[in-house]
């Protein structure tokens, strides 16, 4: 998924853009990149789930438990712990869409599955550990 995309830049009625928050994001990312990684394994060894799901947000949400908070770490972005089962249980995946989520989900050894919360909308993206 293009950066674009996810923010719906497309739609700015000849408005100059501004830089997108997803440059922020991934530097953030990569700073938490350990911390989500054992969070992650964490709810899937603990059994609560095998979709963990890590909301990063600029906001306040009432979505998962936050983990990360920006204000206490001098980030942009903070960052909540969820999983599949929560995201049913509150709609944002309609249950016909759970096996669609499952199919796409991709491997959480090797990627955080982080639901991207910006002013224009939310979207899922994939991003990889780092080695």
């Known amino acids: 998924m293009e950066p674009e995309e996810l923010l719906n830049e497309d739609r700015n009625d000849g408005q100059p853009k501004g830089q997108s928050p997803l440059i ?3 530097k953030d990312l990569k700073f938490f990149n350990e911390s ?3 969070v992650a394994l964490e709810i899937i060894m603990e059994g609560f ?3 963990p799901i890590f909301v990063a947000h600029q906001h306040q949400i009432n979505l998962g438990e936050l983990i990360l908070d ?3 770490l001098n980030t942009e ?3 909540h712990a ?3 089962e ?3 249980e509150k709609g944002v995946i309609k249950e016909i869409l759970k096996e669609r989520f499952i199919n796409s989900y ?3 050894n090797e990627y955080m599955c982080v639901f991207v919360v910006v002013p224009e909308g939310a979207n899922f993206v994939y991003f990889p550990y780092a080695k």
């Open 77 to 79: 972005w903070s960052i």
């Open 82 to 84: 969820s999983t599949m």
């Open 106 to 108: 991709k491997n959480p």
């Open 36 to 38: 989500i990684r054992e």
């Open 24 to 26: 922020s994001l991934e």
């Open 70 to 72: 920006r204000h206490d």
């Open 86 to 88: 929560e995201f049913i």
């Open 49 to 51: 789930s095998e979709y």
